[in-house]
């Protein structure tokens, strides 16, 4: 049967050039009807000789014969059942052959159809990895013919389009690159030029610090020097953060241990002059003695010396900026807080340059990296960070691990 159908295919896809899907479904009506009318006529023409023919044999027999009336009935009912079963099995027949005939056009055309919907799920299958057509002499319905035509031009079409794409693809990458070049070199020339302004403001600011101090031991302090002081300091912080930036990833920055108290201690005194400039003061209360840090000096400074800073450049004037060391289970708690206005996005107050407003909604000078250069210091060395912030006061808190605990 298999072998059947497999011949007939390739005497439909040789012969005939193409078909539609309607014309097939009209050609398989037609043919059924075609195929409906022959048998019928034939089996009409067939029981009308046999009706005759009866007629002529029993009229035949009859006169020859003497029969009653009752003996004529009942040989002629006999006559008419056996033609009745006869025209039965004649039309049971015509009616099995007709759906043979109905079934296995089905099967045909149907066999024709999913060989050319297989054709095109392997056409895509293949074109998602390769540029291959479809022939469309392999397809037997005129309606996917039409459509091997639209997708090959769109497999075409794609495929300039790749192209092209290929093209503007490479010269996009010479231009990244001779752009990343520039902006190479840029960044270079920036450092560098980071790196020298960093050197060469180093030797002034000590002159200036050490000459301050050195006349501050021969003459009285006047407030003068001390806004010249201050403002040195000032600088100075500013030159430790941007020396930090230019060095961090050149040099390796090794722990030591710190006696965390002492060393707040001495940044507190470092900036007090700064902070009586800006009429603010420190409050120091620390609850722990003699309590070490195994931390590197530079990156503690940093954290220390940018957050005493930020108080002072935020907290109103003529109030105490609070300054607190205390225990906390195995870690010691470093808190600087003062009263200000409240931050207006705690999640922001670590990005590269934001900068809040003072309270009459001016924006403080700086650069805005001191709290994002700690809270990178802070994440490279887990030291975690948690500020409040409301009407009463906004306090910073660094949670320091104790050395040997």
């Known amino acids: 049967m298999r072998n059947t159908l497999n011949n007939i295919h390739r005497y439909f896809l040789l012969k005939v050039n193409s078909i539609t899907i309607k014309q097939a479904n009209i050609f398989t009506t037609l043919f059924i009807f075609a195929f409906t009318i022959i048998f019928a006529y034939l089996l009409i023409k067939e029981n009308y000789s046999d009706y005759e023919r009866a007629l002529f044999e029993q009229k035949a027999h009859y006169n020859n014969a003497l029969l009653s009336e009752e003996e004529q009935l009942l040989q002629t009912q006999k006559q008419l059942k056996t033609l009745l079963i006869k025209n039965t099995i004649a039309i049971a027949t015509l009616a099995f052959i007709l759906f043979a005939i109905m079934l296995g056009l ?17 056409f895509f299958k293949k074109t998602a990895h390769n540029e291959q057509v479809l022939n469309p002499h392999a397809i037997f319905f005129k309606e996917f013919k039409v459509m091997v035509r639209h997708a090959n ?9 790749k192209t092209e794409l290929r093209e503007l693809n490479v010269h996009l990458e010479d231009k990244v690159k001779d752009k990343t070049k520039d902006l190479e070199d840029i960044l270079a020339a920036q450092k560098e030029f980071l790196r020298y302004t960093v050197h060469e403001t180093n030797t002034p600011l000590s002159v200036i610090l050490t000459s301050l101090e050195l006349y501050e031991m021969k003459h009285e302090k006047d407030k003068h020097l001390s806004k ?10 500013i030159y430790d953060d941007l020396s930090y930036l230019v060095k961090k990833d050149q040099i390796e920055y090794h722990k030591v241990a710190i006696n965390i108290d002492q060393f707040i201690q001495s940044r507190i005194d470092f900036f007090s002059e700064v902070a009586l400039l800006s009429k603010v003061e420190f409050s120091y209360i620390s609850e722990v003695e003699d309590v070490y840090i195994y931390f590197n000096e530079t990156k ?6 940018n957050t005493l800073t930020n108080a002072i450049k935020y907290t109103y004037q003529n109030e105490i900026i609070d300054v607190a ?22 999640d922001k107050i670590f990005d590269e340059y934001y900068r809040e407003g003072t309270k009459n909604s001016k924006a403080i000078q700086g650069f805005g990296i001191g709290l994002r250069l700690v809270k990178n210091i802070c994440d490279e060395e887990s030291v975690n960070i948690s500020i409040i912030s ?6 910073f808190t660094y949670k320091f691990k ?4």
Not at 153 to 161: A, F, N, R, V
Not at 228 to 237: P, Q, R, T
Not at 325 to 346: A, E, M, N, R, T
């Open 106 to 122: 089905h099967k045909i055309f149907n066999t024709i159809l999913q060989r050319d919907i297989d054709a095109f799920l392997d």
């Open 153 to 161: 031009s769109m497999l075409h079409t794609i495929s300039d389009q």
């Open 228 to 237: 010249v002081e201050a403002a040195a300091k000032n600088i100075f912080n």
């Open 300 to 305: 503690l400074q940093r954290v220390i010396d």
């Open 325 to 346: 060391l205390k225990y906390s289970g195995l870690f010691v708690d470093f808190s600087v807080g003062g009263h200000s206005q409240p931050i207006k996005d705690v």
């Open 390 to 395: 409301d009407d009463k006061i906004n306090m």
């Open 402 to 405: 104790v050395m040997g605990e």
